[in-house]
């Protein structure tokens, strides 16, 4: 079967599901927007299809019984959920109770609620991390995105953008390595410090390029381990995405196997591991 009609088959079944029992009603709209996020998703080359995300609630849940569920998980962390966005060149959509949008939300929380349990309890209030703002249609600059750090709100953005097009997992990786920006930005007070200890890990000659932004629109695929000392190909467009990759594969199950591997022969891939668990283990035993 073609790749586009394979695509357009798994459209009609993922958006049936979201929209509840029943026939489906989705547009020709509809179905190719679901069909041009899963082409442009940078993690479909290196997704681990198998790893699901079990359900927060029951599928008829409603977005208000969803956002309590929300609530009441991240306050055992010491967080707060924000259901809405306000910051310049940021756009974000609120959730409504239609049954495309409980889909969503159930899904995103599905993902980004064990993430944010999978760190040593303080680390968010030494980080300074407050908030983790859940949204739709999140764009930046006009960027479509699916997550951004927004420490001057205290917060961290995650959103639903069509992601039952998207690899879960994939998701889970953004969600770390997002708030790795974060914590790098409080740590320097810059999301773009070039770090001198980390610079000489690389092996000479290493290059970077012009930052993250540049890799959108371009159907850029995230491939892993592309040359000895990067985790991904995206972790070559800045030494700030670089340290975020590797936060990312190391924090996400479904890719820190893998990480852990190539580090058996890449000594800087090791390096970098090694510096951002202690970075991890400063922040969590710090007061």
Not at 47 to 53: G, K, L, Q, S, T
Not at 71 to 91: D, F, I, V, Y
Not at 125 to 132: D, I, K, P, S
Not at 248 to 254: L, T
Request: hydrophobic fraction near 45%; charge should be negative; proline fraction near 6%.
């Amino acid at each position: 079967m073609p790749a586009c009609r394979l695509l357009s088959c798994l459209a009609v079944v993922l958006l049936s599901a979201c929209a509840g029992a029943g026939p489906s009603v989705s547009s020709a709209a509809d179905l190719q927007a679901f069909e041009r996020a899963a082409q442009q998703d940078s993690m479909r080359s290196e997704c681990d299809w198998n790893v699901r995300y079990a359900p927060v609630a029951p599928r008829d849940a409603s977005v208000a019984q969803l956002q309590a569920i929300a609530t009441a998980r991240l306050a055992a962390l010491q967080l707060a959920p924000a259901w809405t966005l306000s910051m310049p060149g940021s756009e974000a959509h609120a959730f409504s109770d239609s049954e495309q949008d409980r889909a969503g939300l159930q899904l995103l929380l599905s993902i980004v609620l064990p993430a944010m349990e999978r760190y040593p309890a303080g680390v968010f209030a030494r980080t300074g991390l407050r908030h983790v703002v859940l949204v739709k249609d999140l764009s930046v600059d006009g960027q479509r995105r699916l997550a951004m750090p927004a420490p001057d709100i205290d917060s961290v953005v995650y959103a639903d953008n069509l992601l039952a097009a998207l690899c879960p997992s994939g998701m889970e990786l953004r969600v770390h390595h997002e708030y790795y920006h974060f914590i790098e930005y409080r740590l320097f007070n810059d999301f773009y410090y070039r770090d001198p200890a980390w610079l000489a890990l690389n092996p000479a000659g290493t290059a970077y390029g012009q930052g993250g932004a540049t890799a959108y629109g371009k159907g850029f695929q995230n491939l892993g381990h592309p040359q000895p000392g990067l985790v991904s190909l995206y972790a070559a467009y800045g030494p700030e995405e670089d340290k975020a990759e590797v936060f990312g594969w190391m924090m996400a199950p479904a890719y820190a196997l893998r990480l852990q591997q190539w580090t058996a022969f890449d000594p800087t891939l090791l390096a970098k591991r090694q510096r951002l668990m202690e970075v991890l283990g400063t922040l969590e035993n710090s007061y």
